[in-house]
């Protein structure tokens, strides 16, 4: 049995299609790879009810004071961004499930003039400047000790692959778990991003993607996830994400849901990817086959936005300092296990 298979069982028993023998699993394994994943605290979480947490009581602890302390920053962020009349959504920072993450992802409404100001709102409220990018503003809470990543554009360097105004109707107050609100895309909004940062920008397939998806497959409009899909030509990179979500679920937990059928009946089905996720015997995180990347990059140039983006990306390629940055860190995504 692979560890994908153990992870995943051991994080949804009541979907398992056999009783999972706790006694057999290594804890520690799990745990690694949960890390590789993305998704250790609801590892530690699974551990913790089965009764196998020994030696992990303090990484536990520490996870768990861990998302605490992001939930607490999102809603000072939201707060502040609210009261300064900034227009922004959350998205890939609240996943339907506990989890922890590196940095909180927030989209700006509005044009670049919205932008620079939310940008110069946050800092004169005691965020620090870390990095200021092509579509994206890195800054710090010192606080909280966490990233909060401001977005002019969802894109990777200044190709934009999934545009904003085509999500404005689909911005939610979230409840989190300490009963404050804040704002964050939809389910499908939501779970369209994760796809498309998977493939395009971080060309890379975990299982943090994998759990969202079906979790969000439970609240999501389908049709709506679909439109969203289309409108933003990613229909490509949907296919990839969504075959490999299919087959993981089916050898982990058994025959795909109604709503998973659905989805797959409207985009079908990728094999490459497929056949190359079998051939390395279910091993994740998975590299998607540059082929991959590039299929989906040039579907979302259907969109004049992208096209005018990457025309941008083309021009910005004649500085030397500017190329030098872009190409390490491709070369960084290449080489990488996982992110």
Not at 49 to 61: D, L, Q
Not at 205 to 210: D, G, I
Not at 287 to 311: F, G, I, N, Q, W
Request: charged share 25%; aromatic share 8%; with cysteine.
């Amino acid at each position: 049995m692979t560890l994908t298979v153990d992870l995943l069982r051991l994080l949804e028993p009541r979907l398992s299609p056999v009783r999972q023998d706790i006694g057999n699993l290594d804890p520690r394994r799990l745990y690694e790879y949960s890390v590789l994943n993305r998704m250790p605290l609801p590892c530690l979480e699974a551990l913790h009810r089965e009764g196998v947490i020994n030696g992990f009581e303090g990484t536990y602890k520490g996870k768990r004071a861990e998302f605490d302390e992001m939930i607490k920053a999102v809603e000072k962020a939201g707060g502040q961004l609210a009261r300064a009349n900034v227009d922004y959504a959350f998205h890939k920072t609240v996943r339907p499930y506990r989890s922890t993450t590196v940095d909180i992802d927030t989209l700006v409404f509005g044009g670049k003039g919205e932008y620079d100001r939310a940008i110069q709102e946050m800092l004169g409220s005691g965020y620090e400047l870390v990095e200021r990018g092509p579509r994206s503003t890195t800054i710090w809470d010192v606080e909280c000790n966490i990233g909060v990543d401001l977005y002019e554009e969802i894109a990777v360097s200044y190709i934009t692959y999934l545009d904003k105004d085509t999500l404005t109707d689909h911005i939610v107050d979230l409840v989190l778990p300490n009963g404050r609100s804040v704002r964050h895309l939809d389910s499908a909004a939501d779970m369209a991003a994760l796809i498309a940062h998977s493939v395009m920008k971080e060309q890379m397939y975990t299982l943090s993607e994998f759990y969202s998806y079906v979790h969000y497959l439970k609240s999501m409009s389908i049709d709506d996830f679909l439109q969203i899909l289309e409108k933003n030509c990613v229909t490509s990179a949907a296919k990839t994400h969504t075959s490999l979500n299919a087959m993981v679920y089916s050898i982990a937990y058994g025959k795909e849901t109604h709503q998973m059928e659905k989805i797959s009946d409207f985009l079908g089905t990728d094999v490459l990817e497929m056949n190359r996720l079998a051939k390395h015997d279910l091993q994740i995180p998975h590299k998607y086959h540059p082929l991959t990347v590039t299929r989906s990059l040039l579907e979302t140039a259907k969109r004049k936005k992208t096209r005018d983006s990457m025309a941008f990306q083309i021009y910005s390629m004649g500085n030397p300092g500017f190329t030098k940055k872009f190409l390490r860190a491709l070369l960084g995504h290449a080489v990488r296990g996982t992110y």
